[in-house]
């Protein structure tokens, strides 16, 4: 498979089932930023976790190609023929269920916290930012499947998680907003 095809030298990109559209199109954006947090995801790998939090992003990384080839897929046929694409109920109790146990670790929230502390537990923060843009641009889409809306608005709590246990982990402080 080449890199590079040169059918995007107009601006365009073609979605699964081989529509052309503009690269400005609401669902690039979508899965772009879907893919700008996958990216993230993976510098926070890259600054170290523990073995037990690494399996879980490397987890959410895996569930993110599957959650932007839906959103390039209008005609929603890949999850038909390709089962790693499937995002389905279960991943949303998977999140659910590692909130919980990573919650159950750390001091109750008190009031907000402002973002910082180790780089992946900053970076964690950043990476819920952007995928909290993400999800608003899956709901304008207005097409989504709502089990992958609740999974998008469930990963944005569980990275907010996660940058708390890194940070608490890592022995830093929260600073209170």
Known sequence: MKIYTRTGDDGTTSLFDGTRIAKS????????????????LGLVRASGLDADLDAMVVRIQRDLFALGSHLADPADRIADRVKKA????????RIENWIDVLENALPPLRRFILPG?????????????????AERRMVALGVVDPVILAYANRLSDFLFVLARTVNHRAGLAEVEW
């Open 25 to 40: 199109d609401p669902r690039v954006d979508a899965y772009g930023e879907v893919d700008e947090a996958n990216a993230m």
């Open 86 to 93: 499937a995002i389905d109920t279960n991943d949303v109790t």
């Open 117 to 133: 502390g180790s780089t992946a537990g900053a970076t964690l923060h950043l990476v819920r930012t952007v995928f909290r843009r």
